[in-house]
Structure formats: structure tokens, C-alpha cells
T-cell receptor, first 114, second 115 residues
Framework: AQTVTQSQPEMSVQEAETVTLSCTYD???????LFWYKQPPSRQMILVIR??????QNATENRFSVNFQKAAKSFSLKISDSQLGDTAMYFC???????????FGEGTQLTVNP | SAVISQKPSRDICQRGTSLTIQCQVD?????MFWYRQQPGQSLTLIAT?????????ESGFVIDKFPISRPNLTFSTLTVSNMSPEDSSIYLC????????????FGPGTRLTVL
């Protein structure tokens, strides 16, 4: 069975600073996908960034980047230059290569303070 | 990515009744999924909605309680049957196109309160 663990239930950061959210996972598959989703108070789940496990290069999307450590089964999200609009619940998710099922972590509530 | 809409966005229901939630995608998707998210918690997959065949349910979820339909590639419904207060939750649907990214995108959710 696949599992995803986010050990930080809550985090806070000052505006313009950098914050890193942690995620570890476990899977028996050799190829898979990893995602970070953001869920603001509006409830809409928004994809922040994705990583294919077969790619060694860490994904980046503007202010968001990941540190993917395949051997350690670790997938952390770094948010640079934090903005007030980044305040949200962040979910790490693991996806199978077939069938597309996602397994979500427990979530980290991030608050960006002015 | 495609846009997903859900109806209703919220509802308050009496125990023992049933509610059907609709999920509409603005373009064809390969897979559709239904999740439950209880307040302050993560998402739990209820089932995968298969076009033209029965849904595939996850452990702990049964068809009698959560019947699902998917008549075509852009539409699905989830019914929450014989509701109890424990069914109060947010229900989200998602869609997925099999691309190199294997990405799921989500609807805005339906907030259900059962009294």
C-alpha cells in the first residue's frame, strides 16, 4: 500500500521569506508521480507542482520548487518570496502510473503573515 | 487543464434522505474520481467512476451507500444514500487525462451537512 506522510500540521512564515514543507512517502512501484496541491479557504484544490519519479531534476514553477530525494522517499516543497495569497492547506500526493489513483498526505496548514 | 463544476455547491439535508451530486467537466477526461474530505482533514478516495461500467470502490466504501454513475466522458454523479450526520463532509470530484503528467484537476467541492 502507498502512504504519504506530512509531519508538519501547521507552519507559518513572514511575507517575502522562504519556507519548506516536508513530505515523505512509501510505495512499491518503481515509477510514480508526486504532486503538491494547494487548497485555500475557497476549497478549490489547485495543483502547485508535479514531479515524475524517473526524472532526477527537481521540478520548479516560478516561486515553487521541490527537493526530490528518491532514495530517501522524500519530496519537500520550497516556497520562495512567500506571499499572503500562499496561505492555504498544502497536500502532498503520490500517484500511480496506471489508473491515476492519488494518495494524499494529511496536509500542512501554511499561514503567511504580513 | 479542464474546468470542473459541481452541483450543488452546498446542501443541508435531513438524516435518512439521499443527495445526488453532479460533476461536469468541460472536456473529455479519461478517469473521474470521487473524494470525501471531512473538516480539517485530508482527502479520501471513495471510488473511481468508470465510463460504461460499474465504479471501482475503495475499501470502506460500498455501492449501496455511494452509488455512482458515469454515462459519458464528461459527466458523473455521486449519490450519498440514507444519510446520517457522519456523512457531513466535503465531496470533491476530479478528472484526469492520461498525459505524461498523469495530473488530476478538481472541482470546487460540495459541502454537505446532515442534520
Amino acid at each position: 500500500a502507498q502512504t504519504v506522510t506530512q509531519s508538519q500540521p501547521e507552519m507559518s512564515v513572514q511575507e517575502a521569506e522562504t519556507v519548506t514543507l516536508s513530505c515523505t512517502y512509501d510505495t512499491s512501484e518503481s515509477n510514480y508521480y508526486l504532486f503538491w496541491y494547494k487548497q485555500p479557504p475557497s476549497r478549490q484544490m489547485i495543483l502547485v507542482i508535479r514531479q515524475e519519479a524517473y526524472k532526477q531534476q527537481n521540478a520548479t514553477e516560478n516561486r515553487f520548487s521541490v527537493n526530490f530525494q528518491k532514495a530517501a522517499k522524500s519530496f519537500s516543497l520550497k516556497i520562495s518570496d512567500s506571499q499572503l495569497g500562499d496561505t492555504a492547506m498544502y497536500f502532498c500526493a503520490l500517484g500511480e502510473t496506471s489508473g491515476s489513483r492519488l494518495t494524499f498526505g494529511e496536509g500542512t496548514q501554511l499561514t503567511v503573515n504580513p | 487543464s479542464a474546468v470542473i463544476s459541481q452541483k450543488p455547491s452546498r446542501d443541508i439535508c435531513q438524516r435518512g434522505t439521499s443527495l445526488t451530486i453532479q460533476c461536469q467537466v468541460d472536456s473529455q477526461v479519461t478517469m473521474m474520481f470521487w473524494y470525501r474530505q471531512q473538516p480539517g482533514q485530508s482527502l479520501t478516495l471513495i471510488a473511481t467512476a468508470n465510463q460504461g461500467s460499474e465504479a471501482t470502490y475503495e475499501s470502506g466504501f460500498v455501492i449501496d451507500k455511494f452509488p455512482i454513475s458515469r454515462p459519458n466522458l464528461t459527466f458523473s454523479t455521486l449519490t450519498v444514500s440514507n444519510m446520517s450526520p457522519e456523512d457531513s463532509s466535503i465531496y470533491l470530484c476530479s478528472g484526469d487525462r492520461i498525459t505524461s503528467y498523469n495530473e488530476q484537476f478538481f472541482g470546487p467541492g460540495t459541502r454537505l451537512t446532515v442534520l
